[in-house]
């Protein structure tokens, strides 16, 4: 499951480059599926497979629950009253909320989402280590689908850096390969193989 370049990801034709001008790009992902027919939305991905595009193995969970143990503990995964007013919500256009197939705010797992169009959707998640957000985008190419996985990062404080530091090795080591697996176990269970 490549990381792939900035350059890459920045020419597609995603509204997030736009949206989140200014916020860094932390890094970007993709895995191809298979294309077994074409058509495919993001939107249709999603719902056929139950709103839950990624399971994380045991190894991530274990991890997971390492890190929300330590949280909770040093108080990190605490949301401070200024959550709603820094929320990336407060930048949907007119036009964004009216093509956004998800209200803004809805809770989506451990994360809240800021839009949620066809092909490409944005969830948040601010607590006292960082201001994240995911994006996931799906594209069809001539022979098959890519699905690409985004994290932007907007530091709150001076830990943020400190932290994505420490937590780095293990996203892009055995987090987000991982996630990315069963994005394709899941589309394969859902739309067959080729």
């Given at each position: 499951m490549p990381q792939i370049s900035t350059q890459e990801f920045e020419r597609l034709p995603l509204r997030v480059h736009g949206f989140l001008a200014g916020v860094p790009l932390h890094d970007v992902w993709a895995v191809d599926l298979p294309r077994l027919r074409s058509g495919i939305t993001l939107d249709e991905f999603l719902r056929a497979a139950g709103g839950r595009l990624f399971t994380p193995s045991a190894v991530v969970r274990a991890l997971l629950n390492i890190r929300f143990f330590v949280g909770r503990v040093l108080g990190w995964d605490r949301e401070s009253d200024a959550t709603v007013r820094e929320t990336f919500a407060t930048r949907l256009t007119t036009a964004d909320r009216s093509k956004s197939l998800a209200p803004a705010g809805t809770h989506e797992g451990l994360f809240r989402i800021v839009y949620r169009f066809e092909n490409e959707q944005l969830l948040e998640v601010i607590n006292r280590t960082a201001h994240a957000a995911a994006l996931s985008a799906l594209l069809e190419t001539a022979n098959a689908y890519r699905f690409y996985f985004g994290v932007y990062v907007r530091s709150v404080g001076r830990w943020?850096?400190?932290?994505?530091?420490?937590?780095?090795?293990?996203?892009?080591?055995?987090?987000?390969?991982?996630?990315?697996?069963?994005?394709?176990?899941?589309?394969?269970?859902?739309f067959g193989t080729a």
């Open positions: 943020t850096p400190v932290y994505m530091a420490l937590i780095d090795p293990f996203r892009k080591l055995i987090v987000y390969p991982s996630l990315l697996r069963s994005v394709r176990t899941i589309w394969s269970q859902t």
